[in-house]
């Protein structure tokens, strides 16, 4: 199995129209406001030792920072323009990217194999991913783990989407960023509150620690305070 030919073309569409620009993508903040200070929750967990693999990871901004704080990074993303992206950020050739479809369990184990007990990042795949592929993205990132990996995934909240309303009904319509991703047919903040652990606990994972987060976007409402969305953040560990 893997994703519906019409996600995997949103997703193309949406990275081949993004220029390199940092922060161009909605949710493509500094790594300062995501995984540096998420990183450090799953270190609390994690061996540094082990690589981490950074699933969904878009124009690789977070996998360059992990790729400081473990032993090997390697991104991964369903879009090939956006691997492309990342390879092209990726300056000093910090980290791996390639191409993925986590809904592909064949393609998964694959790459699990090559890389080992591996910890995972991922941050806010489940929430956008199409309903039906969201209990394969939970199962892949217990594919990856083995015994030894830990992995820290957060996710957008229901709570969300009145910050995403509040910004879609400006005056002068949505801003750009999110006029965007509207465009695409991507849709943010399609999990339930209990959905992504439900989900994370069917895929044979157990939760170490969790709280609650906001997500800072690189989008500003009308009175020029930041997009932050609501989310939840789980510390993981294969049962």
Known sequence: MDVSSH?????EGFWRGTSDAPGEAMWDSDASLGSVPQAELLLSHADPAL???DLGCGSG??????ATRFARAVGVDLSA???EHARRADTAKAAEYEQLDLVDAVA???LARRTGETNVYMRAVIHQSEPQDRPAVAAAVAAFLGAGGRAFVVELTPASKA????????PGGPPPKLRRVFEHGLKPAGATDEE???LLRAAGLRILETGDTALPMTEYFDDGSRIDLAARWFVLARE
């Open 163 to 170: 910050a995403l309303e509040r910004a879609a009904q400006s």
């Open 61 to 66: 901004t977070q996998t360059r920072h992990l």
């Open 108 to 110: 998964v184990d694959a």
């Open 81 to 83: 323009a956006a691997v």
């Open 7 to 11: 996600y995997r073309d949103a997703w």
């Open 196 to 198: 992504v652990p439900t």
């Open 51 to 53: 690589p981490v693999i």
